[in-house]
């Protein structure tokens, strides 16, 4: 399997699914908007960006940036989809999905990670963050995802083949 046919699995994936920007909101009445969070990532990489928005979601819903409907509980694991999107709310348009997925690939030590049946989604959480059900990304290593792949296939996703 090339690089390029991957894409085009996790691309078949997402377009079936609502790709409006997160942002996160205060866990009280009407989800208000967590204000801060703009200046919190200006000139930060990938790496930290990721780490911010998996941070954040410790204590913060996710909700549609457009519409506002919540659609996450607080201190519940990410999939790369809403962690793209809320990149997208950050940083709109300039990381891809590859990007992030390679991401969560070279911080893996930093994460904990496992398929989650009920969202049918490969979902992250900050290692830093105490949880009563830690599970390591490695320990799922070769369960395929809701891209049809494994955790290693994501590494260098966001790479364009060179032709022979």
């Not at 997208?88 to 990670?113: A, H, S």
Request: charged letters at 30%; aromatic letters at 12%; one cysteine or more.
């Amino acid at each position: 399997m090339t690089i390029e046919e991957d894409q085009q699995k996790v691309m078949g994936y997402i377009n079936k699914f609502c790709q409006i920007p997160l942002r996160f909101g205060q866990y009280e009445n009407g989800f208000p908007d967590l204000i801060e969070e703009e200046k919190t990532v200006k000139d930060k990489s990938l790496d930290n960006l990721i780490k911010i928005i998996l941070g954040n979601s410790r204590n913060c819903v996710s909700k549609n940036a457009l519409t506002k409907v919540f659609e996450t509980y607080p201190d519940r694991y990410r999939s790369s989809l809403d962690i793209w999107r809320h990149l997208n709310f950050y940083k709109p348009d300039q990381y891809t999905i590859f990007d992030v997925m390679d991401c969560l690939f070279r911080i893996q030590e930093e994460l904990y990670g496992q398929f989650c049946g009920a969202v049918l989604r490969r979902v992250f959480k900050l290692k830093i963050h105490p949880t009563t059900s830690a599970h390591y990304v490695r320990d799922e290593i070769n369960t395929k995802d809701e891209y049809d792949l494994t955790f290693d296939q994501w590494k260098n996703i966001n790479q364009i083949e060179k032709e022979n």
